[in-house]
Protein backbone atom coordinates (compact mmCIF):
# COMPACT_ATOMS: atom_id res chain seq x y z
CA UNK A 1 0.00 0.00 0.00
CA UNK A 2 1.32 3.68 -0.84
CA UNK A 3 -0.16 6.30 1.75
CA UNK A 4 2.01 9.65 1.80
CA UNK A 5 2.74 10.04 5.54
CA UNK A 6 0.54 13.37 5.17
CA UNK A 7 -2.78 11.48 4.44
CA UNK A 8 -5.49 11.01 7.09
CA UNK A 9 -6.72 7.77 7.30
CA UNK A 10 -9.66 7.37 9.53
CA UNK A 11 -9.31 3.53 11.83
CA UNK A 12 -13.04 2.22 10.41
CA UNK A 13 -11.71 1.86 6.31
CA UNK A 14 -10.55 -0.25 3.97
CA UNK A 15 -8.11 0.49 1.63
CA UNK A 16 -6.28 -2.58 -0.54
CA UNK A 17 -2.99 -3.09 -0.42
CA UNK A 18 -2.53 -1.79 -3.88
CA UNK A 19 -4.09 1.46 -3.84
CA UNK A 20 -2.72 5.16 -3.58
CA UNK A 21 -3.40 7.79 -1.05
CA UNK A 22 -1.79 10.80 -2.25
CA UNK A 23 -0.65 13.47 0.15
CA UNK A 24 -2.80 15.78 2.34
CA UNK A 25 -5.62 13.22 1.45
CA UNK A 26 -8.75 12.63 4.04
CA UNK A 27 -10.13 8.99 4.27
CA UNK A 28 -12.94 10.16 6.68
CA UNK A 29 -15.21 7.23 7.61
CA UNK A 30 -16.03 3.77 7.01
CA UNK A 31 -14.68 3.87 3.25
CA UNK A 32 -13.93 0.92 0.95
CA UNK A 33 -10.89 1.87 -1.60
CA UNK A 34 -10.61 -1.20 -4.38
CA UNK A 35 -7.52 -2.39 -5.98
CA UNK A 36 -5.49 0.24 -7.70
CA UNK A 37 -7.32 3.16 -7.08
CA UNK A 38 -5.25 6.14 -6.51
CA UNK A 39 -6.60 9.11 -4.55
CA UNK A 40 -4.94 12.41 -5.63
CA UNK A 41 -3.80 14.95 -3.10
CA UNK A 42 -6.13 17.31 -0.53
CA UNK A 43 -9.43 14.72 -1.97
CA UNK A 44 -11.50 13.71 1.06
CA UNK A 45 -13.48 10.63 0.26
CA UNK A 46 -15.92 10.33 3.54
CA UNK A 47 -18.56 8.17 4.73
CA UNK A 48 -20.05 5.11 3.53
CA UNK A 49 -18.75 5.06 0.34
CA UNK A 50 -17.38 2.15 -1.85
CA UNK A 51 -15.36 1.94 -4.67
CA UNK A 52 -13.95 -0.64 -6.82
CA UNK A 53 -11.11 -1.52 -8.91
CA UNK A 54 -8.84 0.79 -11.00
CA UNK A 55 -10.17 3.84 -10.39
CA UNK A 56 -8.61 7.38 -10.58
CA UNK A 57 -9.64 10.30 -8.45
CA UNK A 58 -7.43 13.50 -9.03
CA UNK A 59 -6.90 16.42 -6.06
CA UNK A 60 -8.91 18.39 -4.25
CA UNK A 61 -12.33 15.87 -4.96
CA UNK A 62 -14.80 15.58 -2.41
CA UNK A 63 -16.43 12.18 -2.93
CA UNK A 64 -19.25 10.76 -0.22
CA UNK A 65 -20.00 14.13 1.44
CA UNK A 66 -23.59 14.26 2.81
CA UNK A 67 -26.27 15.33 0.55
CA UNK A 68 -27.20 18.90 -0.20
CA UNK A 69 -30.84 18.37 0.99
CA UNK A 70 -32.44 20.36 3.94
CA UNK A 71 -34.58 16.69 5.42
CA UNK A 72 -31.52 14.76 5.22
CA UNK A 73 -30.62 13.49 9.35
CA UNK A 74 -27.31 12.04 8.97
CA UNK A 75 -28.82 8.48 8.14
CA UNK A 76 -26.11 6.07 6.74
CA UNK A 77 -26.36 6.26 3.46
CA UNK A 78 -24.13 5.66 0.39
CA UNK A 79 -21.85 6.56 -2.43
CA UNK A 80 -21.22 3.47 -4.52
CA UNK A 81 -18.66 3.82 -7.35
CA UNK A 82 -17.45 1.14 -9.87
CA UNK A 83 -14.34 0.39 -11.59
CA UNK A 84 -12.21 2.13 -13.87
CA UNK A 85 -13.29 5.91 -13.67
CA UNK A 86 -11.83 8.89 -13.66
CA UNK A 87 -13.03 11.35 -11.36
CA UNK A 88 -10.54 14.42 -12.29
CA UNK A 89 -9.76 17.78 -9.88
CA UNK A 90 -12.83 19.54 -8.01
CA UNK A 91 -15.11 17.08 -8.51
CA UNK A 92 -17.86 16.55 -5.94
CA UNK A 93 -19.68 13.20 -5.77
CA UNK A 94 -22.30 13.03 -2.64
CA UNK A 95 -23.83 10.17 -1.06
CA UNK A 96 -27.38 9.90 -1.07
CA UNK A 97 -30.58 10.33 0.98
CA UNK A 98 -32.98 8.01 2.20
CA UNK A 99 -35.76 8.54 -0.42
CA UNK A 100 -34.84 6.42 -3.19
CA UNK A 101 -33.08 3.79 -1.84
CA UNK A 102 -30.41 5.27 -0.35
CA UNK A 103 -27.67 4.75 -2.72
CA UNK A 104 -25.86 6.95 -5.25
CA UNK A 105 -24.48 4.96 -8.18
CA UNK A 106 -21.26 5.33 -10.57
CA UNK A 107 -20.98 2.81 -12.57
CA UNK A 108 -18.10 1.70 -14.78
CA UNK A 109 -15.31 3.12 -16.97
CA UNK A 110 -16.75 6.46 -16.61
CA UNK A 111 -14.90 9.98 -17.29
CA UNK A 112 -16.12 12.79 -15.00
CA UNK A 113 -13.65 16.07 -15.72
CA UNK A 114 -12.86 18.78 -13.70
CA UNK A 115 -15.38 21.00 -11.42
CA UNK A 116 -18.29 18.24 -12.08
CA UNK A 117 -20.98 17.76 -9.36
CA UNK A 118 -22.74 14.82 -8.64
CA UNK A 119 -25.78 15.40 -6.91
CA UNK A 120 -27.47 12.76 -3.85
CA UNK A 121 -29.57 9.68 -5.28
CA UNK A 122 -27.86 10.00 -8.94
CA UNK A 123 -27.29 6.67 -10.75
CA UNK A 124 -25.10 7.36 -13.59
CA UNK A 125 -24.32 4.19 -15.73
CA UNK A 126 -21.58 3.00 -17.71
CA UNK A 127 -18.57 4.68 -20.06
CA UNK A 128 -20.59 8.24 -19.46
CA UNK A 129 -18.44 11.53 -19.90
CA UNK A 130 -19.38 14.40 -18.08
CA UNK A 131 -17.34 17.67 -19.81
CA UNK A 132 -16.42 20.00 -16.95
CA UNK A 133 -18.61 21.61 -15.05
CA UNK A 134 -21.19 19.80 -16.00
CA UNK A 135 -23.57 19.67 -12.91
CA UNK A 136 -26.69 16.92 -11.84
CA UNK A 137 -28.86 17.77 -9.32
CA UNK A 138 -30.10 14.87 -7.19
CA UNK A 139 -32.09 11.85 -8.32
CA UNK A 140 -30.84 12.30 -11.94
CA UNK A 141 -30.42 9.25 -14.35
CA UNK A 142 -27.95 9.25 -17.11
CA UNK A 143 -27.85 5.97 -19.64
CA UNK A 144 -24.60 3.94 -20.70
CA UNK A 145 -22.43 6.10 -23.14
CA UNK A 146 -24.38 9.12 -22.53
CA UNK A 147 -21.95 12.67 -23.21
CA UNK A 148 -22.67 15.68 -21.59
CA UNK A 149 -20.76 18.56 -23.03
CA UNK A 150 -19.08 21.50 -20.91
CA UNK A 151 -21.63 23.59 -18.26
CA UNK A 152 -24.65 21.55 -18.67
CA UNK A 153 -27.38 21.24 -15.87
CA UNK A 154 -29.39 18.82 -15.18
CA UNK A 155 -32.72 19.53 -12.94
CA UNK A 156 -33.15 16.88 -10.44
CA UNK A 157 -35.79 13.92 -11.23
CA UNK A 158 -34.35 13.82 -15.35
CA UNK A 159 -33.24 11.39 -17.27
CA UNK A 160 -30.45 11.16 -20.42
CA UNK A 161 -30.69 7.85 -22.40
CA UNK A 162 -28.27 5.59 -23.89
CA UNK A 163 -25.65 7.18 -25.83
CA UNK A 164 -27.44 10.44 -25.96
CA UNK A 165 -25.26 13.33 -26.60
CA UNK A 166 -25.94 16.91 -24.77
CA UNK A 167 -24.31 20.26 -26.34
CA UNK A 168 -22.22 22.82 -24.10
CA UNK A 169 -24.19 25.14 -22.05
CA UNK A 170 -27.56 23.06 -21.84
CA UNK A 171 -30.09 23.17 -19.68
CA UNK A 172 -32.27 19.94 -19.07
CA UNK A 173 -35.66 20.34 -17.42
CA UNK A 174 -37.27 17.04 -19.68
CA UNK A 175 -36.02 13.32 -19.84
CA UNK A 176 -34.02 13.22 -22.82
CA UNK A 177 -34.38 9.78 -25.16
CA UNK A 178 -31.78 7.68 -26.08
CA UNK A 179 -29.83 8.07 -29.11
CA UNK A 180 -29.87 11.87 -29.80
CA UNK A 181 -28.64 14.95 -30.30
CA UNK A 182 -29.64 17.60 -27.83
CA UNK A 183 -29.02 21.11 -27.12
CA UNK A 184 -30.64 24.39 -25.39
CA UNK A 185 -31.62 26.03 -22.66
CA UNK A 186 -34.83 24.29 -19.95
CA UNK A 187 -37.21 26.80 -22.41
CA UNK A 188 -35.60 26.03 -25.68
CA UNK A 189 -34.12 22.42 -25.55
CA UNK A 190 -33.95 20.89 -29.34
CA UNK A 191 -33.00 17.39 -30.70
CA UNK A 192 -31.33 17.75 -33.98
CA UNK A 193 -31.55 14.11 -34.71
CA UNK A 194 -29.53 10.37 -34.25
CA UNK A 195 -26.36 10.59 -32.61
CA UNK A 196 -24.83 8.80 -35.48
CA UNK A 197 -21.04 10.07 -35.52
CA UNK A 198 -21.57 8.36 -31.60
CA UNK A 199 -23.32 5.37 -32.27
CA UNK A 200 -20.65 4.29 -34.98
CA UNK A 201 -17.68 5.23 -33.26
CA UNK A 202 -19.46 2.76 -30.07
CA UNK A 203 -19.02 -0.01 -32.72
CA UNK A 204 -23.43 0.14 -33.57
CA UNK A 205 -23.98 -1.57 -36.88
CA UNK A 206 -25.57 0.66 -40.03
CA UNK A 207 -28.89 -1.15 -40.11
CA UNK A 208 -29.51 -0.61 -36.61
CA UNK A 209 -28.54 3.05 -37.10
CA UNK A 210 -30.86 3.50 -40.29
CA UNK A 211 -33.79 1.92 -38.46
CA UNK A 212 -33.00 4.21 -35.28
CA UNK A 213 -33.18 7.31 -38.11
CA UNK A 214 -36.39 6.04 -39.39
CA UNK A 215 -37.86 6.12 -36.07
CA UNK A 216 -36.73 9.33 -35.05
CA UNK A 217 -38.67 10.98 -38.37
CA UNK A 218 -41.71 9.04 -37.01
CA UNK A 219 -41.14 10.18 -33.58
CA UNK A 220 -40.23 13.59 -34.14
CA UNK A 221 -41.12 14.70 -37.72
CA UNK A 222 -44.86 13.39 -38.39
CA UNK A 223 -46.83 16.43 -37.59
CA UNK A 224 -49.50 13.77 -38.48
CA UNK A 225 -49.46 11.45 -35.97
CA UNK A 226 -49.96 12.21 -32.51
CA UNK A 227 -46.98 10.52 -29.67
CA UNK A 228 -49.25 7.48 -28.97
CA UNK A 229 -49.86 6.48 -32.03
CA UNK A 230 -46.16 6.93 -33.14
CA UNK A 231 -44.70 4.65 -30.73
CA UNK A 232 -47.38 2.57 -31.56
CA UNK A 233 -46.14 2.28 -35.22
CA UNK A 234 -42.83 2.06 -33.87
CA UNK A 235 -44.04 -0.67 -31.81
CA UNK A 236 -45.76 -2.72 -34.31
CA UNK A 237 -43.59 -2.03 -37.52
CA UNK A 238 -40.08 -2.70 -35.61
CA UNK A 239 -40.37 -5.04 -33.23
CA UNK A 240 -37.36 -6.87 -34.41
CA UNK A 241 -34.89 -3.81 -33.22
CA UNK A 242 -33.86 -3.63 -29.52
CA UNK A 243 -32.94 -0.44 -29.46
CA UNK A 244 -35.71 1.21 -31.13
CA UNK A 245 -37.80 -0.54 -28.68
CA UNK A 246 -35.52 1.12 -25.49
CA UNK A 247 -37.02 4.65 -27.19
CA UNK A 248 -40.19 3.65 -27.26
CA UNK A 249 -40.00 2.12 -23.66
CA UNK A 250 -38.39 5.22 -22.45
CA UNK A 251 -40.87 7.77 -23.77
CA UNK A 252 -43.67 5.29 -21.57
CA UNK A 253 -41.67 5.45 -18.44
CA UNK A 254 -40.81 8.81 -18.49
CA UNK A 255 -42.66 10.71 -15.91
CA UNK A 256 -41.15 14.18 -16.05
CA UNK A 257 -41.88 14.09 -19.81
CA UNK A 258 -39.65 13.70 -23.01
CA UNK A 259 -37.91 16.73 -25.17
CA UNK A 260 -40.44 16.53 -28.23
CA UNK A 261 -39.01 19.79 -29.89
CA UNK A 262 -36.92 19.53 -32.88
CA UNK A 263 -34.39 22.29 -35.02
CA UNK A 264 -37.40 22.34 -37.27
CA UNK A 265 -40.07 23.27 -35.33
Known sequence: MSIHPTAVI?????????????????IDGPVRIGPRSRIGAHTVVSGHTTMGADNDIG?????????QDIHYKGEPTELIIGDGNQIREYVSIHR????????????????IMAYCHIAHDCHIADQVIMA?????????????????????????????????????????GLDVPPYVIMEGTRNQMRISGINKIGLRRAGMD????KKLEEAFKI????????????????QEEMADCVEVQLMVDFFHTS???????TLDD
Open 132 to 172: NVATLAGHVEIGSHANLGGLVAVQQFCRIGDYAFIGGMSGI
Open 255 to 261: KRGVVKR
Open 206 to 209: RETI
Open 59 to 67: SFCSIGAPP
Open 219 to 234: LFRSPHLLLKDSLALL
Open 10 to 26: DRTAEIDPSATIGPYAF
Open 96 to 111: ATVKAGGKTLIGHRNM
